[in-house]
């Protein structure tokens, strides 16, 4: 094997792309292989703190996505029916603290400005990994159109149903955590005279809540013009239908969850021209995050219920890190990706659990072990360390 690899990256998602953009500025020949015909703009926004941000500023993405992207004057934590505050965040008094603010943007909007990052043709569309497999000592990526192509190293950034992450583990569904998210993004202009109160705010539900179940609405702004607005929740529901990562939802099924809810958030769902419905998944903690030249990073690694805004960030950091490791190695790849999990494990991990219990930022909260991190100047601890 060469010293600089042929390196393969599995799926062309906020992981995988910030992971070959830093691997392409160390000098380092990189394809990312997606499954999709193109990038398409997909119906969510996307809060990325300050911790993320880092790592687009390595990327060279930063200034470009702060053109975009809204750093919300006032984040609302509030009751669910009363609207009482129970915190207000601004999120520009975070950069004083950690040098850059939390940003909110399209995620579509995310992933063309960082596709635009890389060299040209790096991403090869219409390409489904069904396997990899070796042939005279060499790596073999198969994809489903029984296309072949030989890579020195792979990285799984294929999402939470990773194909990488079956061929090193087996196949093993995510668990459906007993919630979905109802997601719209529509023009601000549809909500007519009427303004939301902040630019962002969570509205949780409490024990006095009719069903008594945890469940919460948020709504954020995704431009600086404020002309996109967002709304994402957490809502139970016992049963979903699996082999599908979202299908259509109803404004009367929006209704009935968020029965009692504030008026506010009501007329942001009374305005959503369309909704959709997404499934929340996890998985136990990986044992494994590598073998030999294989490797997975993000949601195919460590899926977690989005209640931190941090899942898509902690592919990022995986990223920076990973893509660090493998600079640093000198071709011993294998030790390589022991030091990544080995200075990735323990925060993903926690991360993990703080997000399934879902009231990160409810009251004020010092976020600093979280946002203070960087992954691109970070000491890294050696693969020894687990
Ligand atoms: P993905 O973004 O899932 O990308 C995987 C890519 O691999 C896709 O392009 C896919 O097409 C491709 N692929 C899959 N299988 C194959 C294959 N066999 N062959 C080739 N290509 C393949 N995170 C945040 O940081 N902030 C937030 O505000 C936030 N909000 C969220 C809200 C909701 C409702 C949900 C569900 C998640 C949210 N997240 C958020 C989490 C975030 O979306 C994920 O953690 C993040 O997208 C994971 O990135 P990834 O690159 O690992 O995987």
Not at 184 to 195: A, E, H, Q, R
Request: proline letters at 6%; charged letters at 25%.
């Amino acid at each position: 094997m060469s010293i600089k690899p042929r390196i393969a990256v599995i799926g062309a998602g906020l992981g995988g792309v910030t992971c070959a953009i830093l691997l392409q500025k160390m000098g380092h020949d990189v394809v990312i292989y997606e499954q999709a015909p193109r990038l398409a703009r997909i119906g969510a926004g996307i809060g990325l703190g300050p911790n993320v941000l880092k790592v687009m500023r390595e990327a060279g993405v930063m200034d470009q996505m702060m053109d975009i992207g809204i750093v919300h004057q006032s984040s609302y934590s509030r009751v669910w029916d009363t609207g009482e505050i129970l915190w207000n965040r601004r999120d520009n008094d975070w950069a004083e603290k950690y040098g850059l603010p939390p940003l909110t943007m399209h995620r579509g909007d995310m992933l063309t400005v960082l596709s635009r990052a890389l060299k040209p043709g790096t991403i090869v569309f219409n390409k489904q990994l069904l396997d990899i497999g070796t042939r005279m000592g060499e790596t073999q990526l198969l994809f489903t159109d029984q296309t072949e192509y030989e890579a020195d190293i792979v990285i799984g950034a294929d999402g939470v149903n990773s194909k990488v992450r079956e061929i090193l583990l087996g196949y093993e569904p995510p668990i459906y955590t007993g919630f979905v998210a109802y997601r719209s993004i529509y023009p601000s202009s549809l909500l007519g005279d009427f303004k939301v109160s902040s630019d962002a705010a969570k509205w949780w539900s409490d024990d006095r809540h009719p069903a008594q179940e945890d469940r919460h609405f948020i709504i954020y702004y995704l431009t600086k013009q404020r002309d996109e607005i967002y709304f994402v929740t957490g809502s139970p529901a016992p049963d979903w239908p699996g082999g599908v990562s979202s299908i259509p939802a109803t404004k009367k099924e929006i209704k009935e969850c968020y029965e009692g809810f504030h008026d506010e958030v009501q007329r942001v769902i009374d305005a959503a021209p369309a909704a959709s419905k997404w499934p929340l998944l996890e998985r136990n903690p990986l044992p494994l995050w590598s073998r030999d030249n294989i490797v997975v990073l993000g949601d195919a690694c460590h899926p977690m219920k989005p209640h931190m805004g941090q899942g898509a960030g902690m592919a990022i950091e995986d990223a920076a890190i990973l893509a660090r490791c493998i600079d640093a190695a000198s071709g011993n790849f294998t030790a390589a990706f022991r030091r990544y999990r080995a200075n990735r494990i323990e925060r993903t991990s926690r991360v993990q659990r703080e997000s399934h219990e879902n009231v990160w930022m409810k009251h004020p909260t010092d976020p600093s072990w979280v946002y203070g991190y960087d992954a691109t100047t970070i000491d890294l601890v050696s693969e020894d360390t687990l």
